[in-house]
């Protein structure tokens, strides 16, 4: 069965950064867009990151634009964030997710990904 793992979360100071992995198991994830979302304490999951299968194409919510970077580690199976420039705001649970389509085009919609890890709790302190 396949499963999806996140790892990397944890607490860092404003200003620090972070990276977050996304393991996938049980099938191969290579030709599908895969993508990070997050969830704040009383907010709905919004979108954050996603790549498409070879990395060429990627898009960012605004929010994190310039500072958070997604990529694909296709030797682990893997899509990483690298998230620097943290900010209190970017306190939330992530979530890595597969997308249900492949090729070159990214999908920002959450009802677009099919498969979704457990989640990593970053928490940024002021």
């Known amino acids: 069965q396949a499963r999806l793992v996140e790892s990397g979360g944890g607490l860092v100071q404003a200003g620090g950064s972070l990276t977050l992995s996304c393991v996938a198991s049980g099938r191969t994830m290579h030709v599908h867009t895969m993508g990070w979302f997050r969830q704040a304490p009383g907010k709905e999951r919004e979108f954050v990151a996603c790549?498409?299968?070879?990395?060429?194409?990627?898009s960012y919510a605004d929010s994190v634009q310039g500072r958070f970077t997604i990529s694909r580690d296709h030797a682990n199976n893997a899509v990483n964030l690298q998230m620097n420039n943290l900010k209190p705001e970017d306190t939330a649970i992530y979530y890595c997710a597969k997308c249900r389509q492949y090729g070159t085009t990214t999908y920002r919609a959450i009802g677009e990904y099919d498969l979704w890890g457990q989640g990593t709790q970053v928490t940024v302190s002021s």
């Open positions: 790549t498409n299968w070879n990395g060429a194409s990627t």
